[in-house]
């Protein structure tokens, strides 16, 4: 791999992967991450008329086409949507659609006279890029280089200038408008920078990429971050990442799986590489991943084990009846429904945390124990006072609803239970709602 040819696809990948991380990131906030597949397709018979007026594939006409066929196509789609009472993701299709078909009829037509082709359009050519060089201030670069950097500028200046405005329109149209901002002007002018993105890609990676690097990196941003600006970032990141890994993956993986100097798409394998970052952080992101959202599952389920546990002891001496190991345990297996495995956990979490002990061969809560258990017992009992006072559900049926809720109550919720539910000191069953001291 050489420096100079590799590290110019590399470089080209990563201003594409910039370029289109930040309206993505805009698309893909606003739900309509599908727009920039859209767009994408939409723009093409601007860029065909584009190049059937300049003769050329440089210029400001191609950009101007694009833009102009954007925002024409989203304009007749909300048209569509609207007065044809059709749905948005319908309408889409069948303008977008309808679009990128003239715009296909277009190129070939006229594939004699404009240096321009379906596969251009559609599969860039971006190991072809370094090739085609201009001088700028005596230095010898890509072509594509300098529409990207622009394009890439524009994008950027752009968000920090209409920052508060496109974030107020994406988050909550209505509320744009009502401070002043053209929510509708802005969201055609991000479909403009969309279009403009779009064309500034073509060439080098393609209708199909410029779609997976549109969408792939801000989705995979959204699951480590929820603040706007840290989306932006992240996402220019991981498409930066990918474009590299991808171009370095496509000149080594194929010759370790099948021998020889083989390689591949370099633009395809950068959006296999997004796709694998997205899979990686869906899977890993702190939060939102797969890992952290099973831990969460896990542990909420030992914590209202433990509360179960608590709460079970905490009647069993408030009856007065027997504690015995076994017979706690075989309760809290039939009645509470806490596996064996789980059970042993319990058993070592209540010991450990100085909640309950074993004095011989029964169960006793400790003082610290006995204030948490009568909290959560002085809570399922509020519930079940408050839910018979006002709602239909049976008086049979209220310990269940109880028993749900009393593990999400707080201080301030018990405060708010105790105010609605008055001086009453019963549940419906008769039992005594204890006193606590552990919200005080």
């Known amino acids: 791999m050489t420096f100079d040819y590799d590290g110019w696809i590399i470089l080209i990948g990563v201003l594409v992967a910039a370029c289109c991380a930040v309206p993505g990131s805009w698309l893909v ?11 994408s397709h939409a723009v093409l018979p601007g860029i065909a008329l584009g190049f059937l007026i300049s003769g050329t594939r440089s210029g400001g006409w191609m950009f101007l086409g694009a833009a102009v066929s954007g925002v024409l196509a989203a304009v007749l789609t909300q048209l569509v949507h609207r007065w044809g009472r059709v749905e948005r993701g ?3 299709g069948l303008v977008f659609t309808s679009f990128f078909s003239l715009g296909l009829l277009l190129i070939v037509q006229t594939a004699d006279t404009v240096d321009l082709d379906a596969n251009c359009v559609l599969y860039g050519a971006i190991e072809l890029a370094p090739l085609d060089t201009i001088d700028l201030l005596g230095f010898e670069v890509p072509r594509v ?24 329109s994406s ?24 279009a403009a993105t779009c064309v500034a890609c073509f060439e080098a990676v393609g209708s199909i990429i410029t779609v997976a690097l549109l969408v792939a990196p801000p989705a995979t941003a959204l699951l480590l971050t929820r603040r706007m600006k840290w989306v932006l970032v992240w996402a220019i990141g991981l498409g930066g990442a990918a474009a590299g890994l991808g171009h370095i993956a496509a000149i080594t993986v194929p010759g370790w799986i099948l021998g020889g100097g083989l390689d591949t798409s370099s633009a395809g394998m950068m959006a296999v590489i997004t796709f694998v970052l997205f899979l990686v952080a869906a899977f890993a992101a702190p939060g939102r991943g797969v890992l952290a959202r099973r831990w969460a599952t896990r542990r909420d389920a030992m914590r209202i084990a433990i509360e179960d546990a608590l709460g079970l002891l905490f009647r069993l001496e408030e009856r007065s009846m027997d504690t015995d190991r076994e017979v706690v ?18 058993r070592a979490r209540l010991r450990r ?16 124990g006995r204030s948490e258990a009568s909290s959560l017992v002085r809570a399922h009992r509020l519930w079940e006072t408050y839910l018979a006072g006002r709602s239909t559900i049976p008086t049979s049926h209220l310990h269940a609803a109880a028993e749900r809720l009393e593990h999400v109550t ?6 708010e239970l105790e105010a609605e539910v008055g001086p009453q000191r019963e549940d419906p069953h008769g039992r005594p709602i204890p006193e606590s001291d552990l919200w005080n």
């Open 329 to 346: 345990e075989h309760l809290l297996r039939s009645d509470v429904r806490i596996g064996p495995r789980r059970l042993a956990a319990v």
């Open 90 to 92: 319908a309408a889409m």
């Open 29 to 39: 906030v606003r739900g309509m991450g599908m727009m920039g597949d859209a767009i």
């Open 353 to 368: 945390g100085a909640l309950a002990r074993v004095d011989g061969t029964c169960w006793q809560l400790t003082d610290a």
């Open 171 to 194: 988050f909550d149209s209505a509320l744009a408008t009502s401070q002043g901002f053209a929510a509708r002007w802005i969201h055609y002018g991000l479909m403009v920078l969309t």
């Open 145 to 168: 280089v300098v529409p990207l950097a622009i394009v890439l500028l524009a994008n950027v200046l752009l968000t920090l200038v209409f920052y508060k405005e496109l974030l107020a």
């Open 410 to 415: 707080d201080r301030e919720l018990v405060e």
